[in-house]
């Protein structure tokens, strides 16, 4: 579901900057992907293709007793109710018994078709809508700030950022006694600068199973990214404490049903592996797997995504395509365990702060008294991306870890230096820097910190 306004309906397409009257919709099919430069657009609506004939035999009767209240295709003529189901657009709207407007008489609804969309930035919240096909649609240009959320700069969507686009189609009629109900996903790529006036949209994996292509999803530390995976329970860094349940969630990029693959290894070397396929729309959680942390410590979580089924272009042949998170270190991420009566430690900063310009940014830690040597774990990401990772050393029972957003930006392209609210260098994005050691006590400690835009927060533990 979801489809183009053109004459000549096409999945695939390839064009330069559209007029300003006209934006790209979302992609036809589940797992397809929509790249687009700094001057385009975007915008949500959301029909649905009755394969089995049902749902659509039901809407044509309404359309001819003139009960059927669609008017959301704007285009020019606009096309008849025949014209759209040829092209598996079916319009999703309401019917009442009378051909009273369903809008002045909702008692007399006797059809009920409507649609949601989410499109979901990681950390921002883009639009959200639920609606029929006379409501219109919504769109958005990417230098919008999605109403000055927390992580937004006064730039917009950087080259490198992405989105989920989600939809959900609804169909209910109790005179012919059909109902039917659809699920969508597709991507959102943001191009480089060098791109701003393209739009793409094609299936993914660079027409490895013969379906058109141009390139890859992005372009990160030197390799081509095919695909990913967006964890959303525990995340690069996540400090838990003993008896905790661990548990993994994620969302593939392309959406679809790839099959997961989750080792955690803790201290020791003692592993937990956790599989499963994500659902029609890619999204992976199944909640028996989850299990108790006991063992304070460092747990390596490697996550690989295999993309062994159909896209939209067809079957996939072997070697599948594979993802893992994006930045990932030892092909995924660490999580960090404390025992959960473990003292917090002692205070190295102060619990709110502000950075001047673009940093560096340097965060301190002090160890608990007698902690005058050892080694620091240490882990800085942003919603969807791990930015660095690695160790360094107490020194004199201090250490500090450099969180640098002009370095790290030569490599992540979507972290914003540009400001919050004003053009000038500043920090926007949520960030989260998180630390573990152990003490000369044997006690296993961390520390957590958030950079809010140029706000850094120490909460107490």
């Known amino acids: ?42 915008r949500v609506q959301i029909t649905a293709e009755d394969t089995d004939g049902p749902i659509e035999a039901a809407m044509a009767d309404w359309v001819a007793q003139g009960n059927y209240f669609s008017k959301g295709d704007e285009s020019s003529p606009p096309p008849s109710f025949a014209d759209r189901a040829a092209k598996g657009e079916l319009p999703l709207a309401f019917s009442t018994s009378t051909g009273t407007n369903p809008a002045e008489e909702p008692a007399d609804i006797v059809a009920a078709g409507y649609w949601y969309a989410g499109i979901e930035r990681p950390g921002e919240r883009v639009r959200e809508i639920i609606s029929d096909d006379d409501n219109g649609t919504a769109y958005w240009r990417f230098g919008e700030l999605y109403g000055l959320q927390p992580g937004m700069g006064v730039a917009g969507d950087q080259p490198g950022d992405f989105k989920f686009q989600f939809g959900g189609a609804v169909y209910r009629d109790a005179v012919h006694a059909v109902q039917g109900y659809g699920i969508y996903a597709s991507l959102w790529m943001h191009l480089p600068d060098d791109e701003a006036t393209e739009t793409y949209v094609f299936p993914p994996f660079e027409g490895a199973n013969g379906g058109p292509f141009d390139g890859p999803l992005l372009t990160l530390q030197g390799q081509s990214i095919d695909a990913f995976v967006v ?26 049903p790839g099959a997961m693959s989750v080792v955690v290894t803790g201290p020791g070397g003692a592993t937990h592996t956790i599989t499963g396929r994500a659902n029609a729309v890619g999204y992976f959680y199944d909640p028996a797997q989850d299990f108790t942390v006991v063992a304070p410590g460092v747990y390596h979580v490697a996550v690989t995504a295999t993309f062994d089924g159909p896209t939209s272009a067809g079957p996939m042949p072997a070697p599948y395509p594979t993802g ?6 030892g092909g995924g991420f660490d999580v ?75 490599t992540f392209p979507n972290i914003d230096v540009g400001g919050r609210v004003a053009d000038a260098p500043g920090l926007a994005d949520t960030v989260w820097a998180s630390v573990t050691f152990e003490g000369a006590d044997g006690r296993v400690y961390a520390d957590h910190v958030t950079l809010q835009g140029p706000d850094v927060y120490r909460p107490a533990r």
């Open 336 to 410: 960090y365990v404390v025992a959960n009566d473990t003292p917090s430690l002692p205070a190295a900063m102060l619990p709110w702060s502000i950075v001047d310009g673009n940093g560096p940014v340097n965060l301190t830690l002090h160890a608990p008294p007698g902690t005058d040597n050892g080694t620091v774990s240490y882990t800085i990401a942003m919603p969807g991306y791990l930015l660095t990772a690695g160790t360094t050393a107490l020194d004199h029972g201090s250490a500090t870890i450099v969180y640098d957003p002009v370095t790290l930006s030569q």
């Open 231 to 256: 964890p959303l329970a525990v995340r690069p860094g996540t400090v838990l404490e003993t008896g905790d349940a661990f548990s993994f969630a994620a969302q593939l990029a392309p959406t679809l």
């Open 324 to 329: 893992t998170i994006l930045g990932a270190v």
């Open 1 to 42: 579901m979801a489809g183009t306004r053109s004459t000549s309906a096409r999945q695939w397409f390839s064009t330069g900057i559209f007029p300003r009257s006209a934006h790209a919709f979302l992609p036809w099919a589940t797992g397809d992907v929509l790249w687009q430069g700094e001057s385009e657009a975007a």
